[in-house]
């Protein structure tokens, strides 16, 4: 195939329908992460060139073209237990904090939003299953989101290859919880069934949902501007529950954009939660 070449023109129009589809912000200069993730996009579509591919989206509502774009355009980079001290905190404070005040009700509601593959999401679960036996009998609603339908098979599937499980999964909890077949690992049934996985896309408007107790919210806002991030920090702080505890990645923050909540700061890390 050629060498895509991209025009202003049409750099712009990618970038448009990004901000649109998936409030996605594409710097200038980017023509490279353009080229390299639309080109087998533009093959599987039977098109010739960046140029094709931009035509087409112009001159039809192709929704299949539309989603792949935007699933080709999504970072998706994850791994287990990413950055360790969130899932410290979460193991030392958080949860047995959510656990004595959920302990009436025996009940709680955790959404892991934007998670990719899926291993997030299943490292929360591992947390629960290995280090609270108390929430046995408990009701346990475990939600995972993301926009990319892809990542939500790949997450349903639960199948992780040998260089996914290397990265932050430690080697007591694979071998507790995996089963390798082939080169392949596979959650076991047990984790998988906690978990429910469903599309949803951040910057369109939001499904009814229960009042959160835990909502992890991790390295998606730094894609958004600042208007996309208010308005989505806005609708997380309105569905926490009462003292529900809000988790956000390493390089995000409430501060300059939502005042209703407060930063607590705990081991090498920290958690936000609204204002009394
Ligand atoms: C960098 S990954 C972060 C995954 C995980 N939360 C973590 O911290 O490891 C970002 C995820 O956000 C998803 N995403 C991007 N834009 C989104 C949107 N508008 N709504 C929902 N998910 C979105 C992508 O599909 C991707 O899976």
């Not at 949860?95 to 959920?102: D, H």
């Not at 909502?215 to 997380?236: A, T």
Request: hydrophobic content about 40%.
């Amino acid at each position: 195939m050629a060498e895509f070449i991209i025009s202003p023109v049409d750099y712009d129009f990618i970038a448009n329908l990004l901000r649109d589809q998936c409030a996605l912000v594409l710097d200038p200069g980017k023509d490279y992460l353009i080229n390299s993730r639309l080109s087998p996009i533009a093959q599987r579509h039977g098109l010739t060139s960046i140029d094709h591919l931009v035509r087409r989206l112009r001159d039809t509502s192709d929704s299949s073209l539309v989603s792949d774009v935007v699933e080709a355009m999504v970072t998706t980079e994850t791994s287990f237990f990413r950055d360790v001290h969130p899932f410290e905190t979460l193991k030392k404070i958080v949860l047995p904090k959510l656990i004595e005040l959920r302990r009436p009700q025996r009940q709680l509601n955790i959404w892991c939003a934007a998670s990719s593959s899926g291993q997030e999401p299943y490292s929360i679960a591992m947390l629960l299953k290995e280090y609270f036996p108390d929430l046995a009998g408990w009701q346990i609603n475990l939600t995972a989101t993301d926009i990319s339908h892809e990542m939500l098979q790949r997450s349903r599937a639960g199948r992780y290859s040998q260089l996914e499980v290397n990265r932050g999964l430690p080697t007591n909890l694979l071998l507790k919880w995996f089963r390798q077949e082939g080169g392949v690992w596979e959650i076991d049934e047990q984790i998988r069934r906690m978990m429910t996985f469903k599309p949803m896309n951040l910057a369109q408007p939001w499904p009814a949902m229960p009042a959160w107790d835990l909502i992890f919210l991790r390295n998606v806002m730094i894609y958004f501007d600042n208007d996309v991030k208010k308005s989505i920090l806005g609708r997380v702080s309105r569905s926490l529950g009462d003292d529900g505890y809000l988790v956000l990645g390493g390089a995000e923050t409430t501060f300059g954009l939502d005042n209703s909540f407060q930063r607590i700061e705990t081991l090498k890390s920290g958690y936000y939660q609204r204002k009394p």
